[in-house]
């Protein structure tokens, strides 16, 4: 899977922040719904994210309760917790979480930037200045 226990992705979120919409992240269909950020916590046997959602979604969420915490291998802490599951495609770029920033560092030149997702396979970021002047240290 693309993304890790413990990384910060983007979902797409309804006006009111209560339901979390399952469909392809980069669809421009959906371009102008709203972008938050959850922890993934874990993956089911199918390979769904395991999202830890807060409080005000209220649409199809989990309870965690002690078979989910075993059979998905999550830690005891997630007990009574909300969750929601997700497939990969409806999961956005991997942040950086930086609480004073909130920001995503270029993995070339390692410039700060605020609000940027991912923008290569391997859920990093590449920024415009190095993907136009330094395109020869860019793997495929």
């Not at 909130?102 to 070339?108: L, R, Y």
Request: glycine content about 4%; proline content about 4%.
């Amino acid at each position: 899977m693309l993304y890790s226990i413990g990384d910060f992705v983007l979902v797409r979120v309804n006006e009111f922040e209560t339901l979390v919409f399952e469909v392809d992240f980069y669809n421009p269909n959906y371009a102008n719904f709203a972008v938050r950020e959850f922890e993934i916590i874990g993956y089911t046997n199918n390979n769904y994210y395991i999202l830890a959602i807060p409080e005000n979604i209220t649409q199809d969420i989990i309870i965690i309760e002690a078979n989910e915490i075993k059979k998905w291998k999550l830690p005891s802490t997630y007990l009574n917790h909300k969750v929601i599951c997700l497939l990969e495609c409806a999961v956005g770029g991997r942040r950086k979480y930086d609480p004073y920033t909130n920001a995503m560092v270029c993995k070339i030149c390692q410039n700060s930037y605020p609000y940027a997702i991912a923008n290569r396979i391997d859920g990093t970021l590449i920024c415009w200045s190095c993907r136009t002047t330094k395109g020869y240290l860019i793997d495929n």
